[in-house]
């Protein structure tokens, strides 16, 4: 069978660029899809895409779509022919089912059958549905139309480039007659580019000053950038984001260095560095001590004679907006933070829940008693938490919303606030995302576990809990972000006294029910259960923690680890097939189990060789315990193995004798509270 190159250009208006690589990954996925349904295959793919448009490279496309056969069962032979041979009315309809006669149907079988070949279609036949419907399928969130037509798509078509090997497909799609004239560079090579071949597609561009490729044009502006920011003795700030953005929006590029004036560096850099990336798509530099330099990268989509121009033009363009920028700092600094607090009396929080300045009050609250309890200074959490939403008020953060907490950490230090309240503002909203940044300070660490936790607790007490995907309020995130702390950051506070606590502070505000703390900290827990699977730890593991209930998160993670550890030790899995066994007895005992054991009543070997065991271990993993090595605990417990074994071997437990049965339950129940100081083992079997 012979194979040939494919490609397909869809040229258009300017396409969105932050949404650019989306949807050419989306296109070549949709069109490796079509090919792969119709039988036709091939080597290799590719996309590639530029501001003005979307292509597929496919590699060796069979020509030809291979002949494919359909069977289809009819009735049982039986019921398809009447004593004298003769077809009937079951045998009839299968035949006009299947448009031929009935002597052509297949009766050698248990059932009727009919086997139809049908021959595989030309591919270049098949392509224009298959790319059409690939189109169709691509992620745009709203279509436009243009023109008289009703046509429509995500920005405006201008041509179409469809070949097999050397020769046109032939088609139609979006408005666009297929042929092999695409378009290069706007202003340097704005004459049509006839491809004469697939494979030469991207180096005709080439030559017209457009490099289709996106991962290329993206390494080339990448290199570039950083070769510039080391001549300027700097880093340059290029998030994955804006790197993709800017490549999406330049077919050939030319990066520029760029200035602006050093006073504006007296603003916060993170407003500088805001406004440059947000609304400019500027590449920031930074100096080795992560201060912002007064330099710029910009990317021109031209080959200019005098680049000295775009410079001015970029740096004219971009004061404004610095100026902005240190105009609402400067005015802010008018006013202290505490002055502002007035302002959020009249900012609704919740409307149930009050104001934002409510808010502010019982995280005061609730940091001060947090921090008590970590080691961390109550009187200055409190404060924190006091002027925590004070920024929401200013003109920076009505301008740059991102800097919230931010612009509160400048702010603070200008109003003469201790460091670490200043830092508290800002830590505050950490983690701000999944893996991202925790608190550096005892104080930080109080306002945001206080932040969350008050949150939690005000939006379960009016039954807005998330549901499904939606969770308007980040509920999910602020417990993933409560544990991660704890966890993390090794600070130790009992969630069940923090929860109490929180809900006590809005007992005045609304009407709580008595169990709304234990629902928000299984909440909490539950959060848990993904953390660990994401960890390689198997879900039985949790299970057994969770069922002893510890209150502390990071209390639960030493035991969790712990359980981890003893999995792999060789007497674990008979060890919790025992304590399964134990669980199980104790759960059917007919009389109340004492925890004493009478030793005049331990008649057999075995089960005074356990009860020794149990006594001696007693003595060993107290102190262990006590200081939370759960993994030695464990370890020295997986030696009671041997007689453990021993007793169920060689010991009835439900004896004749109702004192000693009931001694053995005293027995059984001690061993089980070894293992139960740590977790239930028994889940884990």
Known sequence: ?????????????????????????????????????????????????????????????????????????????????????????????????????????????????????????????????????????????????????????????????????????????????????????RFHHPDPVLITTPARYAEQLRDAYVIADFAERREIIRQRVEELAAA?????????????????????????????????????QEALISTMQDNQKYFCLLDANGKLLPRFITVANIVSSDPAQIISGNEKVVRPRLTDAEFFFRQDKKNSLQERNIQLANVVFQAQLGSVYDKALRVAGLARFIAARISGDPDRAARAGLLSKCDLATEMVGEFPELQGIAGYYYALHDGEPEDVALALNEQYMPRSAGAELPTTLT?????????????????????????????????????????????????LDLTTALVFAVEQYAKKITVTPDLASQVQEFVFDRLRARYEDEGIDVAVYQSVRTVAPASPLDFDQRVQAVQHFRRLPEAQALAAANKRVSNLLAKAEMEVSPQIDQPLLVEPAERSLANAIAAAEQTVAPLASSRDYSSTLEHLATLREPVDAFFDQVLVNAEDAQVRANRYALLARLRGLFLGVADISLLG
């Open 1 to 185: 069978m012979m194979q040939q190159d494919f490609l397909v250009e869809l040229g258009t208006e300017e396409l969105p660029p932050k949404s650019l690589k989306r949807l050419a990954e989306a296109f070549l996925s949709g069109v490796e899809k079509g090919l792969q349904e119709a039988g036709l295959n091939y080597t290799a793919a590719r996309f590639y895409a530029a501001p003005r448009r979307l292509a597929v490279l496919v590699d060796q496309l069979d020509t030809q779509q291979p002949d494919r056969s359909n069977q289809m069962d009819g009735p049982p032979v039986q019921a398809a022919f009447d004593a004298d041979g003769n077809p009937t009315k079951a045998a009839e309809g299968f035949a006009r089912k299947c448009g031929v006669d009935v002597s052509e149907l297949d009766s050698s079988g248990p059932k009727l059958r009919y086997v139809q070949t049908i021959p595989g279609q030309a591919c270049a036949q098949l392509l224009p549905e298959i790319i059409d419907n690939a189109l169709a399928a691509l992620p745009i969130p709203k279509r436009m139309r243009w023109g008289a037509g009703k046509t429509e798509f995500v920005r405006p078509t201008q041509w179409l480039v469809m070949l097999l090997g050397d020769s046109i497909v032939p088609a139609e799609i979006l408005c666009q007659r297929a042929d092999r004239s695409s378009r290069g560079h």
């Open 444 to 492: 930080g660490s109080a306002v945001a576990l206080a932040d969350k936790l008050d949150t939690l607790v005000g939006i379960f007490a009016i039954g807005m809990l998330p549901t499904g995907s939606k969770d308007p309020y980040a509920l999910r995130r602020a417990a993933l972000g409560v544990v991660r702390i704890l966890i993390e950051k090794r600070l130790e």
């Open 232 to 268: 300027e003795q700097g880093t340059a700030i290029m998030p994955d984001s804006l790197l993709d953005e800017v490549t999406a929006l330049v077919e050939w590029p030319v990066s520029l260095v760029c200035s602006f004036e050093e006073r504006f560096l007296e603003v916060p």
